[in-house]
């Protein structure tokens, strides 16, 4: 699997002089500027990092919460020979997804983010509770280059959806977060394509308008259902508990990562990159690197598709060798 981590830069050049000290000066030398460039500021991107802005990237986000250093962390690559078939994984049941809503479309520093406003919910598919749906954002490269967050046998995909949801009865995200299976995300990659996602147009051209840190503004009309695969190509998914890939990186996430891509054209891919962190700075490489499985199992979906594939095969071959019955 590639490894996703940077090791951080050193800030400071080391003259003759420097190069020529005894080891542990060195080593003293080293730990000083290590303090000096990681600080104890806030979280940020190995993408965000310098000595300019000093702040904890991933290797460190235990830093800014202690959360983030736990054992059921999340993104996570997913092995797919090691994942374990589970029949309770049926296809999920979508509940107003198809319903049109005007939300508001934000850079909030870290991520372009639209709040949901109206009542869509998730079921089924082996969750525990019926979900409603509270936001999506996404996570992407550089200009189209690898930038999801999980990865499927090492392959890190151009930009990842998450659909956030928390369950129904919860009024809020923070009290859904002290219930260890409060949220259940959805997570959908995105593969680059010849041609333009038109059911995207709406999201790509507003973001021209929210460049900069904090702006925000009115989304056209969309639904959640134009954004992603339909029903019958999501059949196949995995199935495993984490958290959230930013910090506070609180472990109450029921993940549902589909293996099916939804397409989008290089340019629409690259759009992203031209918002801003902070620093304004092109935000791009705003995600976290896999974190250790720790001991979890990963469960597969039962799909239909791959046992009507399979029941198809054994009608031609059937056929082939003569033992279909006559009319």
């Known amino acids: 699997m590639r490894s996703h981590r940077k090791k951080t830069s050193h800030c400071v050049a080391f003259s003759r002089s420097s190069q020529r000290s005894s080891k542990m000066q060195q080593l003293i030398l080293l730990a000083s500027i290590w303090t000096l460039c990681t600080g104890s500021g806030d979280w940020c ?95 992407w490269g550089n200009k189209g280059g690898p930038g999801s967050e999980h990865t499927i046998d090492g392959e890190q995909y151009p930009m990842e959806l998450h659909i956030v949801h928390m369950k129904n009865h919860y009024a809020d995200l923070t009290t859904a977060l002290r219930d260890p299976e409060g949220l259940a995300v959805l997570g959908f990659f995105y593969e680059m394509s010849n041609s333009a996602n038109r059911k995207y147009d709406a999201i790509i051209n507003t973001m021209r308008g929210i460049k900069a840190t904090n702006a925000n503004t009115s989304l056209p009309s969309i639904s959640l259902a134009q954004l992603i695969p339909s029903e019958q190509n999501m059949t ?49 490489g705003n995600f976290r690197p896999v974190q250790p499985l720790n001991g979890r199992q990963v469960f597969r979906s039962g799909s239909p598709v791959i046992l009507a594939s399979s029941i198809l095969l054994v009608g031609a ?11």
């Open 45 to 139: 991107y190995q993408s965000q990092f310098s000595c300019d802005h000093q702040c904890n990237a991933p290797e460190n986000w235990d830093h800014a919460n202690k959360d983030c250093a736990g054992m059921y962390q999340s993104p996570i690559n997913i092995v797919t020979r090691k994942t374990l078939k589970d029949e309770r994984l049926t296809p999920l049941q979508f509940n107003n997804y198809q319903q049109i809503f005007r939300g508001t479309i934000k850079n909030n520093g870290h991520s372009v983010q639209v709040g949901i406003p109206h009542l869509s919910t998730i079921s089924g598919g082996g969750l525990p509770s019926t979900y409603k749906a509270v936001q999506f954002h996404l996570h």
């Open 236 to 284: 196949s998914y995995y199935r495993y508990k984490g958290s959230l890939t930013t910090p506070g990186c609180t472990q109450a996430v029921i993940w549902t990562v589909f293996e099916n891509p939804i397409p989008l054209s290089m340019e629409q891919l690259a759009a992203f990159s031209d918002l801003q962190f902070s620093d304004r700075k092109p935000m791009v």
């Open 317 to 327: 071959i059937a056929t082939a060798l003569g033992l279909s019955q006559p009319n």
